[in-house]
């Protein structure tokens, strides 16, 4: 419910949310196929910069404007120098639906394979539906805001 400007001007108490990120961080953030520009350009004013991206594959078809969706893209973008993950996965992620908006686990599971040096304090998630054992959760429906 936010535009576009309001999200790039989020803040998180007192903190704006491009300065909660480290000087060298990754940030992988989804988006609808129709809303690609417009998260890029969040991505951006974010101080990041859009490096490649990973696909969910849904079990089934949502709605969409041209076509029924069945994947949602998952971007990356750096911000500095980041470390190099220590392992590498596929670019393509099958995994079923949920509640409407949810993301499915493996994808945090994926991440936590990816930097498994990183912890609680290191691994943020903004609008989080949810609270995760090992994030700092942000979001008005996540437990613990």
Not at 25 to 37: E, G, K, R
């Amino acid at each position: 419910t936010m535009t576009d400007q309001e999200i790039i001007d989020h803040h998180i108490g007192d903190k704006w949310v491009g300065d909660i990120a480290a000087k060298n961080a990754i940030l992988f953030m989804w988006c609808t196929p129709a809303n690609l520009l417009r998260s890029l350009a969040v991505m951006e004013g974010w101080g990041f910069e859009y490096k490649s991206h990973m696909v969910w594959v849904k079990d089934k078809a949502g709605m969409g404007f041209y076509s029924r969706q069945m994947h949602e893209p998952l971007l990356v973008g750096t911000k500095g120098e980041p470390l190099t993950p220590i392992w590498v996965p596929p670019s393509v992620i099958e995994a079923p639906r949920g509640k409407h908006s949810e993301k499915p686990d493996v994808f945090r599971e994926t991440l936590e394979k990816m930097y498994p040096h990183w912890g609680e304090k290191d691994r943020a998630e903004m609008f989080a539906r949810k609270r995760t054992t090992g994030w700092t959760c942000y979001g008005n429906e996540a437990e613990d805001n």
